[in-house]
């Protein structure tokens, strides 16, 4: 069965600090699909970035990267100099490819501070 | 404009009474989704559907029904709600490419339903 931990309930930092949200994942598939999604205090759900099981190349979008490491089933997402913007719940997600259920992890709390 | 609409955005009503929460899309997509989300518990889905006529249960489908007759819409239907099914709501929809059948959600405005 596939499960997403996000270990860190809440994380709490003050702007311009870097940080780093854990996900680590659960998958018998050999091809599975990674997402990030943000929610901010509005409630929508915002796409981030979705990573293929087969292509463990590190992403970096603006102050946004990604690190997909299969070894330890980890796909963390770092926020390099943090804004009050950034403030939001972030979920991983994961899908494989033999079912076509998305699986959520239960969220991070991001707050940064001015 | 793309997007995925839901209706209502809020609604309170009361155990046993049947209720429809209505979500439509307007980008042709194939593949459509409910899920619940609950404090403490993140994002749960309910059912989903690949297209037309074609549902299946996601991981918390007890006590919910759905039906995709068109390919824009994708009714969540509550026979006989009840007050743990108090929560908010999200409709989202994505289109395949190629075998990946789970690209990019495009997710609606969310439905808060209480169950009293």
């Known amino acids: 069965a596939q499960k997403v931990t996000q270990a860190q309930t809440e994380i709490s930092v003050v702007e311009k600090e870097d940080v780093t949200l854990d996900c680590v994942y659960e998958?018998?598939?050999?091809?599975?699909?990674l997402f990030w999604y943000k929610q901010p205090p509005s409630g929508e759900l915002v796409f981030l970035i979705r990573?293929?099981?087969?292509?463990?190349q590190n992403e970096i979008s603006g102050r946004y990267s990604w690190n997909f490491q299969k070894s330890t089933s980890s796909f963390n997402f770092t926020i390099t100099a943090s804004q009050v913007v950034d403030s939001a719940v972030y979920f991983c997600a994961l899908s494989e490819r033999s079912n076509y259920k998305l699986t959520f992890g239960k969220g991070t709390l991001l707050t940064v501070n001015p | 404009e793309a997007q995925v609409t839901q209706n209502p955005r809020y609604l309170i009503t009361v155990t046993g009474k049947k209720l429809t929460v209505t979500c439509s899309q307007n980008?042709?997509?194939?593949?459509m989704s409910w899920y619940r989300q609950d404090p403490g518990l993140g994002l749960r889905q309910i059912y989903y559907s690949m297209n037309v006529e074609v549902t299946d249960k996601g991981d918390v489908p007890e006590g919910y029904k759905v039906s995709r007759k068109e390919k824009r819409n994708f009714p969540l239907i509550l026979e006989s709600p009840s007050p743990n099914q108090t929560s908010l709501y999200f409709c989202?929809?994505?289109?395949?490419?190629?075998?990946?059948?789970?690209?990019?959600?495009?997710f609606g405005p969310g439905t808060r339903l209480t169950v009293t």
């Open positions: 989202a929809s994505s289109q395949p490419q190629g075998r990946l059948v789970l690209c990019e959600q495009y």
């Open positions: 980008m042709n997509h194939e593949y």
């Open positions: 990573r293929n099981s087969f292509d463990e």
């Open positions: 998958t018998r598939d050999t091809t599975y699909y």
